[in-house]
């Protein structure tokens, strides 16, 4: 079942990847439906106007596997990917998350679901995965397919010119792909290697190391840095980060919508000679990963990869640098796929909330603007593609940073062949300030929108910051004091909100500045009383700071989360590459825990004292367009609800 339905689900994949697809997305999978019964499910996502369309591609995949089944290359490569992933997990048995043993164990309990252990499981599929035959798996279509005890559901939007088809027309379309002529499905783009030849690769020519941290430094012959951390944290896992500054912020202000998607734009098209369906089979069975990103400052790519395909891994480096591919028909799916998900984004309470909270943040700066389905139409492969290569073309403005399961001397000569042979102008460029300025002054806003009871409150304070670690640190301690204070005054005391939250960002380029964000979702009826609350708190953390108890806590949690988070090499990757980066001192980071135990109740409210500024801050309110009518008991409840006492500041003696 689970071989039919991962080689379903790639057909499906690839649907979505071509010019005009019938849907945005679509799964398939069979399941516990209820404790006694399974079901096969078909999911789609589609356009507005496309649910006949969409649910005709399902049953047409669908009928095309009944008639002709699945082919040898797609089979063979399911059991590569199969067998991988317990591979993969057997190899961390010792390192499993609580969470994942927690999730098999309530399985066993609610669903009666055995749990041998991995290493049976495993054993299990080395076994007999290799003897499940073709028409084994393909005969599971005829078992599932039939109109019997079939449920079609449709949900889309409630509005003008949106038209859904009946029970007929559902059945028709059904109706019809059974007596349609199918072709069967060509499997291509098998059983090919990556690279035709290999680069002649580069040198190492400088080497440095700081002990104390376990890292190793090269530089190489092209100008490439290479920053290297071997781990034990996990026993299959290397990952990466290259990074360059530069960014979007390079782009003119005409161009910046058109390639503002680069990356995504680009990375649709595969690299080397194969698109990204090619790319996924030639990739099958492997256990890595590339993708390229590029930010507002900064371009580069990230990944991860197990140790036993860490060529792979290099290789897909190398050709994300060098062979970079446009393909039409994934931009026009991709094109296609944005609209239909934007298209009712506008009817959103929630969107448009955030839009004016960012907008009034930003002044209306035009980099700051929300992907809209009109902004789509400025999209533009060709522009995205040039950008792209323009963003990629010198390596030897790029660091790599490599954390995890290898030793400096199976990585070496892969750093020398792939990453030496990368191309390098050697020329001297930064990010560029665009100019986007956080308002000023006190700013308040009103959106009307929706029809539900429903309100939502944000509050943003913005301000200059001085980027260090010790800043950061009571900057991330304020917010969590705040948001546990909060939490209680006004969920667990008043009532009035599910969740609120408090977080804090900061950013050193293009500007050092800071942003605090606090936000919740309430009753429309409470919207004023409840901002009074959280003023009041705030002034109250400004006057008198948090209690020793409530620093304690906050402490207590820091000091645990990073514990945790320093045995994670996703997390120390992005550490080392931003202490880089930014030119900081890894003892920082390394000693942060000393840094949490110095915290005090001074430190947190002079931090309030500075970013919480009532002088200075972005107010956006929700409200629902319509207010529904009151019901009997809904005013009876009004009238029955107790006085608010609301906590009052106690005085700074």
Known sequence: EGLYFGMLGHRLDDLRQKADPPFVIAMTARGRFVKSKEAVIYNALVREGGIERGLDALFTE???????????????????????????????????????LAAEYIRNFTQDEDI?????????????????????????????????????VVSAP??????LPDE??????????????????????????????????????????????????????NGVKVVLKPTDYKADEIVFRAASFGGTSLASDADFNAVRMA???????????????????????????????????????????????????????????????????????????????????????????????????????????????????????EKSLAFYRDRFADASTFT??????????????????????LPATHRNETWRNVGMKYAKGVIKKTVLKGIEPKSQAGIVFTGPFQYDAAHRVVMRALG?????????????????????????????????????????GCNPDRVDELIKVVFRDVDDLRTNGPTEKQVNDVREQLLRDFETSVKQ????????????AYREDLKEFFEMPEAYKKLTPAAIREAARAYLNPENYVQVTLFPEKKPSESLIEQIVKLLRPPVLVPQPAPAF
């Open 62 to 100: 669908s009928e095309r596997v009944a008639r002709f089944g699945f082919t040898p290359t797609e089979l063979e490569r399911q059991k590569r990917e199969v067998l991988r992933a317990y591979e993969q997990s057997f190899a961390e048995r010792e390192k499993h998350e609580s969470a994942t």
């Open 116 to 152: 041998p252990g991995i290493a049976f499981e495993y054993a299990l599929h080395q076994r007999f995965l290799p003897e499940i035959a073709l028409e084994q798996v393909n005969k599971l279509s005829a078992a599932w397919s039939g109109g019997r005890s079939r449920v079609v």
């Open 158 to 163: 409630q509005k003008e010119g949106v038209a």
């Open 168 to 221: 007929t027309k559902l059945a028709a379309v059904i109706k019809s792909v059974a007596e349609k002529k199918i072709d069967a499905y060509v499997d291509t783009g098998a059983n090919l290697s990556l690279l035709d030849s290999l680069p002649k690769g580069g040198t190492i020519v400088k080497t440095a190391a700081k002990e104390a941290y376990g890292i190793t430094e090269w530089e190489l012959s």
């Open 263 to 381: 990356a995504p734009a680009v990375a649709l098209g595969g690299v080397g000679r194969f698109n990204q369906i090619e790319l996924r089979k030639v990739l099958a069975g492997k256990a890595v990963s590339v993708g390229p990103t590029i930010s507002e400052t900064e371009q580069g790519l990230s990944g991860s990869g197990s140790p036993k395909d860490l060529e792979t891994l290099f290789q897909l480096i190398y050709l994300w640098f060098t062979e970079p591919r446009a393909d039409a028909d994934a931009f026009a799916a991709f094109t296609a796929q944005g609209k239909a998900v934007l298209a009712n984004q506008k009817a959103s309470p929630s969107y448009a909330f955030s839009e004016m909270m960012e907008a009034t943040l930003t002044q209306n700066h035009p980099r700051a603007r929300p992907m809209t389905v009109e902004l789509i139409d400025e999209l533009n492969l």
């Open 400 to 421: 790599f940073f490599f954390v995890g399961t290898f030793d400096l001397a199976t990585i070496k000569p892969l750093v020398e062949r792939y990453l030496g042979a």
């Open 480 to 520: 969590s004091v705040l948001e546990a204070r909060l939490r209680d005054l006004v969920r667990e005391q008043l009532g009035g909100t599910y969740s609120i939250g408090a977080s804090p960002s900061y950013t050193k380029v293009p500007e050092e500045r800071y942003r605090f964000d606090i936000e919740w």
């Open 569 to 580: 090499n996703n997390y120390l990757v992005y550490q080392i590459y931003y202490k880089y």
